[in-house]
């Protein structure tokens, strides 16, 4: 039985919702992950940083005891966001990065930008205090295909933002194409990408063909296979400008499987490292999953590597059909269906 020993990893994007969506999200993420990334697109959203602290509280409640997790917190940019809160947020010590979604790009993303530029003060000032971006690429106009919204979004807004902020430190989240990749490569060591499990293990092939699964729908949406495998080779390619970011995004199953519109997001986070074990080892390339899930995330926020270890273990087990989501169900991704690899501990 071949097994993997790695530096504990963290997730540096996920969703975990709050109240009582907690007690199945945390322990989940915490289970194998040190630290993440926390969006913060709750219903109303975390612009504030007392609200950052008060959802950061209700994040290490659910934590189970013996475990060693920190929740890093993101801020919600909204067109009312001044210079002055990101002064605020970066001396509080909790808030890692501001979170910037184009109105209307995702969930629960209404609060979100219209026109960056009235953002350039905020920015600007993020700069200076050396505070991190987390973007949702892709436009929202109506006029472009959802297919090509997050390659429309790297001429109409990242490139000038790279270009007028060339210091600030972006992330520019759960990339999808090639032209992302392409971007990504070329620009400055300011600036790195995110890639979810979901995106190297699947394409738009197994959400829409042989009837249409709501499981797989996910913003950004799942593209074409040439796609696919230029994200698997960028992910194992051990270029530290691509690092873990799961996007793991619950949804109860009844906002999933609604005919009048299927809320966007994929649970991973129940087995997470062991889908990306998954990913690598189909490509012979699990000699680079530590770098990915590991090293490079913490080395571009700033932060100290994990120092403790978990094993992954090839052996296969089969996710249940459904998990409990607070007073709902969830579907996981693989559900009914078996997983190859296994974390066996984690210190
Ligand atoms: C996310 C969610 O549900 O909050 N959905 C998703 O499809 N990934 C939002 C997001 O990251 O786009
Ligand atoms: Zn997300």
Known sequence: MRSLTIARPDDWHIHLRDGAYLSTTVPDLARVFARAIIMPNLLPPIDQVQAAEAYRNQIIQAIPPGIRFEPLMTMYLTEQTSASTIVEAKKCGFVH???????GATTNSNAGISAI???YPVFEEMQKQGMHLCIHGEVTNNEVDIFDREAAFIDESLLPITKDFPKLKIIFEHITTIESIDFVKEASNNVAATITVHHLLYNRNHMLAGGMKPLYYCLPILKRNKHQQALITAATSGSNKFFLGTDSAPHPR????????????????????ELYAEAFDLVNALDKLEGFS????????GLERNKDKITLTEESWQVPATLKFGEDILVPLRSEDHILWKVNNST
Do not use: W
Not at 294 to 301: K, Q
């Open 117 to 119: 530029k009235s953002l």
């Open 294 to 301: 590991s090293f490079y995330g913490p080395d571009f926020y």
């Open 254 to 273: 009844s906002a999933k499987e609604n005919i009048c519109g299927c809320a966007a997001g994929i649970y991973t986070a129940h087995a997470a490292i």
């Open 97 to 103: 990065a501001f979170k910037l979604y184009p109105a």
